[in-house]
Structure formats: structure tokens, C-alpha cells
């Protein structure tokens, strides 16, 4: 395995890069813009006034962006029990934009009055409590920047490419700053018995959505989160209230949230038996695995984009554990016969999105490209041939491996098996 370059052989690699590319922009700006407006001239929006201020109350994107959205693969048969992919493919840095955060509903998205929204907290505990939203924002809070993944994210890939698109394929996954009051506190609160075990995590839609939560977890770094990104939770990440498990799938940080029922065993719930299970080859299942494995994947270049030409590029792709930090991604250009490793752009956090690079020259030629994740705990993300091996073909959930794009002689990239 090669390490990376040092700095004085990147600064030739791009040297020779920016050559390349300076030598064709001549002819390119000349045939690609002609009719339009030529470097250093005075562009039209130039030469007026532009919007006034406040031209949008709440701020929007560019209208030249109105093609990154949220998508939803098609149709549910129940309207309210679909989800919506966060389009990794155009995103920088690691934080999602809230309106750009995937979505995931069992019966649609309640809107709910927060002064009359209640957190009942009660079983196993000494003071059984109604929280009103004001009592709850009144205490401790703390902000944390975490991924939140949905354990189906790629799921379709278990059985080989599923899907001919990023955001399809990987978009169950973003990364938000989580604003709340840690449930310790209110545990501390309402005093816990000493013989619970489990909290019954229940939330304000028509699906009455519910998962047991270890009390270990629950008392070491869960949330009640009431503000994502430095504004109040949307009504489709949670409004008002939410709960957060840093690591955890996602189904289990419940939306809505209303009630936290603490017992001494397991509740399971429909959530967690007929669903949220792993089904193996024997007709078992793995039950509560929580826990987000280590996985990555290359957000550029990706089967939603096309190479226009041989030359440099900078593939950048995101790298996340369940486990702690990243400690080293690395990617092949070649189907993963040799792999380099990237440089991790900082911040690299606990349990959050971690962005990597590896500058690339493509000679044109059809190729592989990969990226291969390793987390602070030594874990090593797997290939699809590991994973099957170990758990079958008959799960939706868990499936962390490596991915491969194919790039084409002309530049398109999909989504293949190697």
C-alpha cells in the first residue's frame, strides 16, 4: 500500500496538471462560449442593481442550483411511508444542509403545535414527568456535529449494483450540528431505578414509531434534540422534539418524540422485530445491531457526474464510523490492485461525516475507483464478497462495503461489482 505524496510531489503533479488545462482553455473558452460573456468583460448583472435585501425572508439557493434536491426513488403505496436522499453528489465539506437532509417517515410528517407537544417520562422511575418544550429548552443543552444514516442505506447493493446513482444508492446519510438537552439530565431528573435496563422510545406520528434503547446508551451520550443546524428541528427531521443516538441507526434517534418509558427488559416493538432485524441465510436474525459500521464512499466522481476529458481531478468522497473518528481512508484508481492513501480534511470528528481527497491524473482509459475506510478502533471496511459470506443475501439492513464506480473510455460512470 503507498502512503500519500509529499508535498513536493503534489506540487508537481498539479503543476503538470494546470499545464495541461491552461493549454486547452484557449480553444475551449473560444468554441464553448461563443454568444456569451467573455472573460474580463462586464457581465449584464454587471451593470444594474441586483436584489434588494431580505428578497427572500428565509434564504434561498441560487436559482442555477435548482437541481439539488432531495429525490425520492418513486412512489410508496402508502404516500406517508417513504424517504427522500440527500444528493451527496453535489455537497462540500461535511455539514448537510438542512433542507438537503434525508428524510424517512413511517405515516407521513405530523405538524405539531409545539405549546402543546408533551415528553411523558415515566415506568421505572422515581417522579414520573410531563415535559412541556419549555421545560426542556429551560435545561443544559450542548451542540455536537454527528452523522445520521438510515441502517437501509444501500441495502439494494447487497445482491450487486442497485441503483445507477449516488444519491440513490448512498443518500440515506447526512451530517448536521444536533442541538439539545442530553437525556441524562432528564434521567437525573425524574430519578432511574436502579434495576431498568431499557428505555421505550416513542414518537407523535400515526405510526406511533418506537425502538428500546439500552439505558447504557441512553446515559452516556444520547440527546433530546430540538434545533439542527442552528435552527429549530424541521417538521420533517422531528418538530419539536427528537431523540438523537450519536452512531446508531437511524431509525432509532425516533422523531416526534412523546414518550420515554423506562423497563428492565426489551419492549420489542413492531420496529424491532418485524423490522430493523438482519435475516440470515438459516432463517435466524441478528436483532439490536445498532451500531453504524465503518463505511465510505467517492462523491466525486460519481455515476451522477461525467468526465469530460483525460486529465487532473481531485476525487473527493466522505468517510464515517458508528465507532469514533476515521483514521485513514484509502482509494485505488485501478480497480484495487494498488491503493494510495487520501489526506483527511480536518475537522475529523467523532461519528461525523469525514471528507477525503486524492488528487487524480485519468489518462482516459476505463477504470475502477474505490475508497476503503479504516476507524480509530483498527476496523477495515469490507468488500461485498466479506459481507455476503458472513451474512448471506437475505438482509435489507447493514450493508457497509466497498463501492466501485466504472469510469468509461467516454467518461460515464456507473455503478458496478468488482
Not at 150 to 170: D, I, M, V
Request: proline letters at 8%; hydrophobic letters at 40%; aromatic letters at 8%.
Amino acid at each position: 500500500m503507498s502512503r500519500s505524496a509529499s508535498p513536493s510531489s503534489r506540487r508537481q503533479f498539479l503543476r503538470a496538471g494546470g499545464a495541461l488545462a491552461g493549454a486547452a482553455l484557449a480553444p475551449a473558452v473560444s468554441a464553448a462560449t461563443a454568444g456569451q460573456a467573455q472573460p474580463l468583460e462586464v457581465a449584464p448583472w454587471s451593470k444594474t442593481p441586483g436584489e434588494p435585501a431580505l428578497w427572500h425572508p428565509y434564504g434561498q439557493p441560487s436559482p442555477y442550483e435548482k437541481n439539488v434536491v432531495r429525490r425520492t426513488r418513486g412512489s410508496a403505496p402508502f404516500p406517508g411511508a417513504n424517504s427522500s436522499m440527500t444528493p451527496l453528489q453535489d455537497l462540500f465539506g461535511i455539514i448537510t444542509p438542512t433542507g438537503l437532509v434525508f428524510e424517512r417517515h413511517h405515516a407521513g410528517i405530523p405538524l405539531i403545535d409545539p405549546g402543546q407537544h408533551r415528553l411523558a417520562v415515566h415506568g421505572l422511575v422515581a417522579r414520573p414527568t410531563l415535559f412541556t418544550m419549555d421545560d426542556l429548552v429551560r435545561l443544559p443543552s450542548v451542540s455536537r456535529i454527528h452523522f445520521l444514516e438510515c441502517s437501509g442505506n444501500t441495502g439494494r447493493e447487497w445482491k450487486g449494483p442497485g441503483t445507477a446513482s449516488l444519491q440513490f444508492s448512498h443518500g440515506l446519510l447526512s451530517c448536521c450540528e444536533w442541538t439539545g438537552v442530553p437525556l441524562s439530565v432528564v434521567l437525573d431528573e425524574v430519578g432511574v431505578d436502579p434495576q431498568a435496563s431499557w428505555i421505550l422510545a416513542e414518537g407523535a406520528d400515526a405510526a406511533g414509531m418506537s425502538r428500546s434503547i439500552p439505558i447504557s446508551k441512553a446515559l452516556d451520550d444520547a440527546l433530546l434534540v430540538y434545533a439542527q443546524n442552528g435552527e429549530r428541528l424541521r417538521p420533517e427531521h422531528g418538530y419539536p422534539l427528537r431523540l438523537f443516538l450519536p452512531g446508531f441507526e437511524g431509525n432509532m434517534s425516533v422523531k416526534w418524540l412523546r414518550r420515554l418509558k423506562v423497563g428492565s427488559a426489551p419492549f420489542m416493538s413492531r420496529e424491532e422485530t418485524s423490522k430493523y432485524t438482519d435475516s440470515l441465510p438459516d432463517g435466524t436474525a441478528r436483532q439490536f445491531t445498532f451500531l453504524m459500521e465503518t463505511k465510505s464512499v467517492i462523491t466525486f466522481p460519481a455515476p451522477d457526474h461525467r468526465l469530460r476529458e483525460a486529465g487532473f481531478y481531485q476525487i473527493s468522497g466522505l468517510a464515517w464510523t458508528g465507532r469514533g473518528r476515521i483514521k485513514r481512508v484509502d482509494v485505488s484508481t485501478d480497480g484495487g490492485r494498488n491503493w494510495s492513501t487520501a489526506t483527511l480534511q480536518e475537522p475529523v470528528l467523532d461519528r461525523a461525516l469525514t471528507r477525503f481527497t486524492l488528487p487524480w491524473r485519468w489518462d482516459g482509459a476505463p477504470t475502477v475507483l474505490q475508497s476503503r475506510a479504516i476507524d480509530e478502533s483498527g476496523y477495515v471496511q469490507p468488500t461485498g464478497r466479506q459481507l455476503v459470506d458472513a451474512r448471506g443475501l437475505e438482509s435489507n439492513y447493514h450493508f457497509n462495503a466497498i463501492q466501485s464506480w466504472k469510469v468509461a473510455a467516454d467518461g460515464v460512470i456507473t455503478n458496478v461489482q468488482v
